[in-house]
């Protein structure tokens, strides 16, 4: 659940934070009184590309931060399949620099757009008058599947699984680079040996 959102330098707004903690928050006005502003910084925290035109003033940086109670997402798994710290009130920053340049952190950590729409797809759900983005999204649908289909501990060991291959993968890479460094020395540790044993025995000969 969204329980913050303060945007700094964003489209017409300089400083803005709104709590969103406690019971059901409606936002209304008539057009023009900036609902959708709230809706765009909304999105461009969670990952919507964005450009200069973003910035209220192009000399400073557009800052959007949102918080979010996660306690109840089960995300656990997915916060370390993509190394991220969990936080059951996880702080999302996205940044937009006067050059032009973006960057977004998830708990202080830097995260890419792939990863910030990721997490997206499991935080917010933005209904429009004639969309509802979940039901479209290919990953939803699967999750709904499972849910019928009873598939939560089956998902659950096979993350568990999954996790545990990837460090067996890095575990089995760094034995076989070590193995492979052994073996360089080893080479040249005999051909070294080869070469002194040759030099002793012609020494040996010519002394003879």
């Known amino acids: 659940m969204l329980t913050q959102l303060s945007i700094n330098n964003y489209a017409l707004i300089n400083h803005l934070s709104i ?6 928050s409606i936002i209304t006005g008539e057009t023009g009184a900036g609902k959708s502003i709230l809706l765009g910084a909304l999105g461009l925290v969670l990952g919507n590309r964005a450009d200069l035109s973003s910035l209220k003033d192009t000399s400073t940086k557009c800052i959007v931060e949102a918080k979010v109670a996660i306690s109840n997402y089960s995300l656990q798994d997915f916060f370390i399949s993509v190394d991220l710290d969990y936080e059951p009130e996880t702080i999302i920053r996205r940044e937009i620099l006067p050059s032009g340049k973006s960057r977004a952190f998830v708990n202080d950590t830097p995260v890419t757009l792939n990863v910030l729409n990721e997490l997206r797809s499991k935080l917010i759900d933005v209904h429009s008058q004639h969309q509802t ?3 479209s999204d290919a990953s939803f649908q699967f999750e709904i599947l499972d849910a019928l289909a009873k598939n939560t501990d089956r998902i659950a060991s096979y993350k568990r699984g999954f996790i545990q291959l990837g460090s067996l993968k890095k575990e089995l890479l760094s034995l076989e680079t070590a193995q492979k460094e052994a073996n360089k020395q080893y080479d040249y540790n005999f051909t070294y040996l080869q070469s002194l044993k040759m ?10």
Not at 19 to 24: R, V
Not at 199 to 208: A, C, E, F, S
Request: proline residues 0%.
């Open 133 to 135: 983005m979940q039901l």
């Open 19 to 24: 709590d969103f903690s406690s019971g059901l």
């Open 199 to 208: 030099q002793i025995l012609k020494k040996t000969n010519n002394q003879v």
